[in-house]
């Protein structure tokens, strides 16, 4: 069973910042991708940033040029930088490590962004 577990969310003014981490415990073999999504009230889960299987990041349009994802493989971990943050980026974020043939999900953490 493996278990991503987020931390870093809270509440912080527009313009400011906060870092998210996930880490990963449990039966880990290689993770090869970890991605980042958010849900805000009353709308669908979307993906933020992620490190993909072949080795590349992706970012969603919302975010690119204010979010980084970085992670420390030793670690089982993986970071989400959130720079310049806006009242639209106010949701709950989740890890997502998916290993095939299943996807593991954090319980979540709360990132409000007050204007």
């Known amino acids: 069973q493996v278990q991503p577990v987020e931390s870093g969310g809270g509440l912080v003014q527009a313009g400011g910042s906060l870092r998210l981490s996930c880490a990963a415990s449990?039966?880990?073999?290689?993770?090869?991708?970890m991605g980042w999504y958010r849900q805000a009230a009353g709308k669908q889960r979307e993906l933020v940033a992620a490190?993909?299987?072949?080795?590349?990041?992706y970012y969603a349009d919302s975010v690119k040029g204010r979010f980084t994802i970085s992670r420390d493989g030793a670690k089982n971990t993986v970071y989400l930088q959130m720079n310049n943050l806006k009242s639209d980026d106010t949701a709950v974020y989740y890890c997502?490590?998916?290993?095939?043939?299943?996807?593991?999900w954090g319980q979540g953490t709360q990132v409000t962004v007050s204007s």
């Open positions: 449990g039966s880990i073999g290689s993770i090869n991708a």
């Open positions: 997502q490590i998916p290993i095939p043939p299943y996807t593991y």
């Open positions: 490190f993909t299987s072949g080795g590349s990041s």
